[in-house]
T-cell receptor, first 114, second 112 residues
Framework: DAGITQSPRYKITETGRQVTLMCHQTWSHSYMFWYRQDLGHGLRLIYYSAAADITDKGEVPDGYVVSRSKTENFPLTLESATRSQTSVYFC?????????????FGDGTRLSIL | AQSVTQPDIHITVSEGASLELRCNYSYGATPYLFWYVQSPGQGLQLLLKYFSGDTLVQGIKGFEAEFKRSQSSFNLRKPSVHWSDAAEYFCAVEGGSYIPTFGRGTSLIVHP
């Protein structure tokens, strides 16, 4: 089915571990985004990508790494997880970055770091 | 720079009552404006968007929003709320950077 999928849906890990969250979209959208959602903060942009091999920082990039070797995939890696990175993570895509195009969101990954 | 404020963290309404969720934005020109809804355990779904033309826009699920330039507002309305409308609602603003900024969200509680 066409759409945007995130995996895993739930993840529990320990501080200091590396963890990768996956995002896959089937629309061939150029733009992809990673957000974290925390109570009282709404959605905050971590990283975004305009195309394969083009990425840029958002509002809260520290402690995260992204890559985009293929248009359809945009993994987010926490190289050494900290408790403050416990959150719900959302991936989104849009075909272009003109304002008349809304974003399409995945169902999120709930990440707990113990 | 662009910013958006949703003044109400929680809104409680009775089923069948009317609803208005507030959104105020800051941007130097006319921005792109969006309302999204998030049901528990799910991602955000677009309700409606505004970028030009008629200032009253219709969306899905019976929602509408009105862009008021003089008040820098884009409030979401529904004439009669259903229990299934209980969710988190996010307003988003997008200016020249073409990267949207989201509000902190308003949680809608619907009483039977």
């Amino acid at each position: 089915d066409a759409g945007i999928t995130q995996s895993p849906r739930y993840k529990i890990t320990e501080t200091g571990r590396q963890v990768t969250l996956m995002c896959h979209q089937t629309w061939s959208h150029s733009y992809m985004f990673w957000y974290r959602q925390d109570l009282g903060h709404g959605l905050r942009l971590i990283y975004y990508s305009a195309a394969a091999d083009i990425t840029d920082k958002g509002e809260v990039p520290d402690g995260y790494v992204v890559s985009r070797s293929k248009t359809e995939n945009f993994p987010l890696t926490l190289e050494s997880a900290t408790r403050s990175q416990t959150s719900v993570y959302f991936c989104a895509s849009r075909p272009t970055n003109t304002g008349d195009q809304p974003q399409h969101f995945g169902d999120g990954t709930r990440l707990s770091i113990l | 720079a662009q910013s958006v404020t949703q003044p109400d963290i929680h809104i409680t309404v009775s089923e069948g009552a009317s609803l208005e969720l507030r959104c105020n934005y800051s941007y130097g020109a006319t921005p792109y404006l969006f309302w999204y809804v998030q049901s528990p355990g799910q991602g955000l779904q677009l309700l409606l968007k505004y970028f030009s033309g008629d200032t009253l826009v219709q969306g899905i699920k019976g929602f509408e929003a009105e862009f008021k330039r003089s008040q820098s507002s884009f409030n979401l309305r529904k004439p009669s709320v259903h229990w299934s409308d209980a969710a988190e609602y996010f307003c988003a603003v997008e200016g020249g950077s073409y990267i949207p900024t989201f509000g902190r969200g308003t949680s809608l509680i619907v009483h039977p």
